[in-house]
């Protein structure tokens, strides 16, 4: 398990979208801008992320897509919005990767980790023993376990996922509380 104090710019933050960065609806997708709402407190937490990882990826599920219920242009619309948000208040993502497959199986859809692996093709430099996925999902934290990486849990939409648990690492209520861990700040 990796010691937080250890992290440094040769470490990378995989972290997924929604329920993490933004509210979720239940059972249903995120489809226009309009739709997406930031939790309280990630603007903060993304500007300590930026100065504690030395690259962001976003890895995310996006069956609206497959589904035909929002097109690609749908989702580049709300990342542009968001990252303009993200980068306004200090913090920055460097890439975001999703997978609009529906199918379960495919490589790329988590808990599949075919995203990691695409990140690690255009940042050779990650190095997913020095890398931590953030989710609210078990297919995050499992996600994270077949790329060999470190995992973090947060309870903002399953606060009923058991822990200890063997594919979560470390658990925190929100992505503030996780990003104040790595700087010891109360």
Known sequence: MIDFK?????FTLFIDRDGVINHEKREDYILNWKE???????????KILNEKFGIIIMVTNQKGIGK?????????NIHTNM???????????????????????????????????MAKKDFPEINFSKSIMVGNKLSDMNFGRNAGISTVF????????AFPHPAIDFRFNNLLSF???LTNTP
């Open 6 to 10: 250890t992290i440094d710019k040769n």
């Open 68 to 76: 035909k219920l929002m097109t690609v242009d749908d989702l580049n």
């Open 36 to 46: 997406f709402r930031f939790y309280d407190g990630v603007k903060e937490a993304m």
């Open 83 to 117: 990252l303009a948000e993200i980068n306004k208040a200090g913090g920055r993502i460097d890439h975001i990767y999703f997978c609009s497959d529906l199918e379960e199986t495919s490589p790329n859809r988590k808990p599949n980790a075919g995203m990691a692996f």
């Open 154 to 161: 947060l309870a903002t939409t399953n606060p009923e996922t």
């Open 179 to 181: 990003a104040k861990a």
